[in-house]
């Protein structure tokens, strides 16, 4: 287990989905989301932990797609992290990868929801990689944005939920996260 990149977690709560309209059309469609859009028992759990939503972002991939290499939050030094959910989209996988010496970066946006830098794929060299999805479930993972990574889907339709978690609006960042969640950390669960 890579445990500085990436978790997953048995949550005692059930994270229930938000319905949103997407454009089928596109190959990946996200929309933004606040904490009083989730169920109340979940804001509730993560209260106890003193955890909350400060803003989410629901986005709609088309199977067979991956994304560009990227960042998730270049402007910061500290680990990012951010709690997901995804469904569907089986089999689909989160890669971490690491500049090769000779590498170059290309600073611009990609559309996400957060300022981000991408990166060459041939400047990098693959180090983690995670399976993301538990069918229908909605699998419950922590993810370090803060190093090289991207999502390469499989061969259904995925919808993910990515809570970006603070408290006292301040944000949460990755060993602060793992320590408040460490009773719901489990070992890597193999979807092959």
């Not at 030094?77 to 997901?84: D, E, G, R």
């Not at 469904?87 to 300022?115: D, E, I, Q, R």
Request: glycine content about 6%; hydrophobic content about 35%; charged content about 20%.
């Amino acid at each position: 287990m890579n445990s500085g990149l990436h978790r997953y977690l048995q949550l005692p709560v059930k994270f229930n989905p938000i319905s949103f309209t997407v454009n089928e059309t596109k190959s990946v469609d996200k929309k933004h989301f606040s904490a009083a859009q989730l169920d109340s028992d979940f804001t509730s759990w993560l209260q106890e932990h003193k955890l909350s939503v400060l803003y989410g972002t629901y986005f709609y991939n088309q199977p067979n797609i991956k994304y560009g290499l990227h960042i998730d939050r270049p402007d910061t030094t500290v680990k990012h992290a951010h709690l997901n959910f995804v469904f569907n989209g089986k089999p689909s996988w989160w890669v971490w990868y690491k500049l090769k010496s000779s590498a170059n970066t290309s600073a611009h946006s990609l559309g996400m929801c957060l300022p981000n830098t991408s990166f060459k794929e041939e400047d990098c060299e693959e180090i983690y990689r995670a399976a993301c999805t538990d069918a229908n479930e909605g699998q419950a993972s922590i993810i370090n944005g803060s190093v090289i990574h991207s999502l390469i889907n499989g061969g259904q339709t995925r919808h993910c939920y990515l809570l970006y978690l603070g408290w006292n609006n301040q944000p949460v960042f990755w060993n602060d996260l793992v320590e408040r969640l460490q009773s719901y950390i489990v070992e890597e669960i193999d979807y092959a």
